[in-house]
């Protein structure tokens, strides 16, 4: 039996478009000898898995998407829309998959959004034990059009990193994903916690850089990661992510107190 639960199957044109920029990135999609890539939960349409996997055959062709739905009846609708490199199946955190084949990367979005936080880490072990070698599990949320969103990368030894993707135009502040977090640090947003100093601090940087909104929000952005990183936070990347409104940052600088990866 498919392992979850129902989501509420929310899904949108371009919703996601800023979780595939960032997975077209992943070393492994090009290096792969199997470039499979698994979304898992994609709501009630097929719009995020076939877009998913136009945006991925730019950087490789061969680039097959695999759509995973918990809901028959919304499997049987995506499936109206297969195409060569898309197909879609039933199944949930186990990831079931033809043949036994193991993903590249599997994008969870807006997915665990719903479930404990104490549900997080197992079904993270779930899922990255059908990865291959190697492989990502990108795992957050995103705001209904895709303008704010968080991720997770974790891999087989646990989360790597953690990103934040934000739209620059007309950006108060960049708390504004903490209603976004993953569901993992969502409530860990407090005084005393990683990632609430990890908040503060943006908000500070672009704070004080407001003054190079002359010349654009995406040099205050790139002048807030330069900032952040001088500040001793491990920021991971360079100015062309940054400029896009990403930053990534390693997981252990904004992981709870008390996380332990089991």
Not at 113 to 133: G, T
Not at 154 to 182: F, I, M, Q, Y
């Amino acid at each position: 039996m498919p392992i979850g639960q129902v989501t509420r199957g929310t899904t949108g044109t371009n919703r996601l478009r800023r979780i595939d920029r960032y997975i077209a990135t992943l070393p492994i999609v090009r290096s792969t000898d199997d470039p499979l890539i698994v979304d898992l939960g994609y709501g009630a349409s097929a719009t995020t898995s076939l877009e998913l996997q136009q945006r991925l055959a730019r950087t490789r062709p061969a680039v097959e998407v695999i759509g995973i739905e918990i809901d028959p009846e919304r499997v049987r609708t995506a499936s109206l829309s297969a195409r060569p490199g898309v197909s879609f199946v039933v199944g949930g955190f186990e990831i079931p998959l033809p043949g036994d084949r193991r993903p590249a990367v599997i994008r969870a979005l807006n997915v665990l959004r719903q479930y404990d936080e104490s549900d997080v880490v197992p079904n993270w072990h779930r899922m990255i034990a059908r990865l291959q070698s190697g492989g990502s599990l990108i795992e957050g949320t995103c705001n209904e059009v895709g303008r704010v969103a968080c991720w997770v990368d974790v891999g087989v030894h646990g989360p790597r990193t953690l990103t934040v993707s934000l739209r620059l135009a007309g950006l108060d502040k960049p708390s504004v994903l903490a209603e976004r977090l993953p569901k993992i640090l969502i409530h860990r947003n407090v005084p005393g916690e990683r990632i609430h100093d990890f908040l503060l601090a943006l908000d500070q940087h672009w704070s004080y850089n407001a003054a190079l909104s002359a010349y654009g929000p995406s040099q205050r952005f790139i002048a807030t990661a330069t900032a952040m990183r001088t500040a001793g936070w491990p920021v991971i990347g360079s100015a062309n992510r940054w400029k896009l409104g990403e930053l990534t940052v390693e997981w252990n600088a904004v992981a709870a107190g008390d996380f332990v990866w089991r």
